[in-house]
């Protein structure tokens, strides 16, 4: 499209002289960023409810939630070793494999 025609230049002018339009059927985008701020908001509140109650429980119960804590980290630490266990005894598996090989093409035991 050339710029010189009247179509281009109509177009040129349409696209540097945009306006957004304020009718929300037109543009939704300031209801959705309304929404969107409400949802956030709420969702703040919700937490900040969530973190004192949490805290709440700690304060009435500290023996429940230390050992509940401690469950909690040597699961995790179970999980966490063992899949790191698996995944060496994978990775040295296969450097051995891929070792033999070589050792076998090098002294033409093929």
Known sequence: MTRGTAQGDAWH????SYEEP??????????A???TANQ????KE???EAM?????????????????????G???????????????HDDHAT???KLAKRLRRELNLD
């Open 46 to 48: 919700r937490a900040a």
């Open 40 to 43: 956030w908001e709420a969702t």
């Open 13 to 16: 002018h349409n696209l540097m």
């Open 52 to 72: 004192k109650s949490g805290e709440r429980y700690v304060r009435e119960n500290p023996g429940t939630s230390t050992l509940s804590v401690l469950g909690i």
């Open 33 to 35: 960023t309304e929404a």
């Open 22 to 31: 304020t009718d929300p059927a037109t543009n939704p985008l300031p209801a």
């Open 74 to 88: 040597f699961g995790l630490g179970l999980l966490v070793g063992w899949s790191l266990a698996h995944e060496s």
């Open 95 to 97: 450097q051995v494999r």
